[in-house]
């Protein structure tokens, strides 16, 4: 069993699109992360959220949308996307221990 | 807040050598410090997890230190092999966040 999933693991699409990732965690983890990989290859934080409430945002553009329905998922919503979006997503869920990641989702804003 | 970097950036060493990749931290607030491996294109392998309260850490050939007042955590690679190339990342993990370095790439001669 995949202890987090993202779905879709490659999105195309073009500027002015809104799309969403969707992130699922089994492993009863109170905390999920998203986190966006650029180009060169830095993992940088967006949002943290604990037990469905928000906890951190980094400072991300409001475009950008977390909904976090109940504890095992945390969704990212994305309005009118721009080529500088395009990167790897990572959502990633810990409680005070190890951290497990998803596979990414690979968005290329065209 | 939390800075987290790694030296060096990048390595490459002939097969079959013992290395040391490093990893300092600004604040010594974390629940535990984290290695992790990435390949090209994919997403993150967790390779070793030292809790705050910890000194070391082993897997195999994998060795991590972590002291906590001087802010720095070491990942020892034991007897390199071709298939260790890829980049390292160390995060610390105060929950809320998980703040990473920028990684080390490393590359192993054959």
């Known amino acids: 069993d995949t202890a987090v999933s993202q779905t879709p693991k490659y999105l195309v699409t073009q500027m002015g699109n809104d799309k969403s990732i969707k992130c699922e965690q089994n492993?009863?983890?109170?905390?999920m992360y998203w986190y966006k990989q650029d180009s060169k290859k830095f993992l940088k934080i967006m949002f943290s959220y604990n037990n469905k409430e928000l906890i951190i945002n980094e400072t991300v553009p409001n475009r950008f949308s977390p909904k976090s329905p109940d504890k095992a998922h945390l969704n990212l919503h994305i309005n009118s996307l721009e080529l500088g979006d395009s990167a790897v997503y990572f959502c990633?869920?810990?409680?005070?221990?190890?951290?497990?990641f998803g596979q990414g989702t690979r968005l290329t804003v065209v | 807040k939390q800075e987290v970097t790694q030296i060096p950036a990048a390595l490459s060493v002939p097969e079959g050598e013992n290395l040391v990749l490093n990893c300092s931290f600004t604040d010594s607030a974390i629940y535990n410090l984290q290695w992790f491996r990435q390949d090209p294109g994919k997403g993150l392998t967790s390779l070793l997890l030292i809790q705050s309260s910890q000194r070391e850490q082993t897997s195999g050939r994998l060795n991590a230190s972590l002291d906590k007042s001087s802010g720095r955590s070491t990942l020892y690679i034991a007897a390199s092999q071709p298939g260790d190339s890829a980049t390292y990342l160390c995060a610390a993990n105060r929950d809320d966040k998980i703040i990473f370095g920028k990684g080390t790439r490393l590359h192993i001669l054959p």
């Open positions: 492993l009863g983890h109170d905390t």
């Open positions: 990633a869920s810990s409680q005070k221990a190890e951290a497990f």
